[in-house]
């Protein structure tokens, strides 16, 4: 079975300029998570999706973040414009379900760098 | 929201040694996972451990969920476990948002 795949997986960019990030989560999982990370930090949820619905968005500046997962499958996260704070890992995760009891799957992750 | 509090912080051992990882949290649970996040900064899954005891190879874990606590234990520690262990709660209640602690930093020696 495949796995949760993500690209890029290195970005550098600089700061006032727009990034996306693409997931692509494990087959037949109908939940879809992006995390944030920070250097030295545990992930924070930016945005969960149940199928191509918004479960939840509370922790994603939506200022200058958006996401969107079209058709229910692949999912897309976008910066604009970025900030140096935005440095960071940007991790997309999936599981079969949102109702509790799943076990997580988690992509490489993608590495951002805002100078 | 539910708080996720991880000790100790970091941790230092020598290859061979054992150590136990502690997660505590605030509130009921549905799910509570373990993680291992490598220098590459995957995160691998564990155990899937809302409640009782689990093990796999040297790793074992326990999630005491009315004492809203969980234990992961590593016995005869390998320099491959070195790394960030991540431990993860869902609440109970309806808001299945999965809550991360800030994890504990282990360096294992050779």
């Known amino acids: 079975e495949a796995g949760v795949a993500q690209s890029p997986r290195y970005k550098i960019i600089e700061k006032r300029q727009s990034v996306a990030f693409w997931c692509n989560p494990i087959?037949?999982?109908?939940?879809l998570y992006w995390y944030q990370q920070i250097l030295g930090q545990g992930p924070k949820l930016l945005i969960q999706?149940?199928?191509?619905?918004?479960?939840?968005d509370s922790q994603l500046p939506k200022d200058r973040f958006s996401a969107e997962r079209l058709k229910g499958v692949d999912s897309t996260l976008k910066i604009q414009p970025a900030k140096l704070e935005d440095s960071a890992v940007y991790l997309c995760?999936?599981?079969?379900?949102?109702?509790?009891?799943?076990?997580?799957?988690f992509g490489e992750g993608s590495w951002l760098t805002v100078v | 929201g539910i708080q996720v509090e991880q000790s100790p912080p970091d941790l230092i051992l020598q290859e061979g040694a054992n150590s136990t990882l502690r997660c505590n949290f605030s509130?009921?649970?549905?799910?509570l996972q373990w993680f291992h996040q490598n220098p590459w900064g995957q995160l691998i899954n564990l155990f899937y451990?809302?409640?009782g005891t689990k093990q796999n190879g040297r790793l074992s874990a326990t999630t005491v969920a009315t004492e809203r606590y969980s234990l992961l234990y590593i016995s005869s520690s390998q320099t491959t476990d070195s790394g960030v262990y991540f431990c993860?709660?869902?609440?109970?209640?309806?808001?299945?948002?999965?809550?991360f602690g800030r994890g504990t930093s282990l360096i294992v020696h050779p």
């Open positions: 995760a999936s599981s079969r379900t949102g109702t509790g009891g799943n076990t997580i799957y």
């Open positions: 087959s037949g999982h109908a939940t």
């Open positions: 999706f149940q199928n191509n619905g918004v479960v939840d």
């Open positions: 509130d009921s649970v549905n799910n």
């Open positions: 451990i809302p409640s």
């Open positions: 993860a709660v869902e609440p109970s209640g309806g808001s299945y948002i999965p809550t």
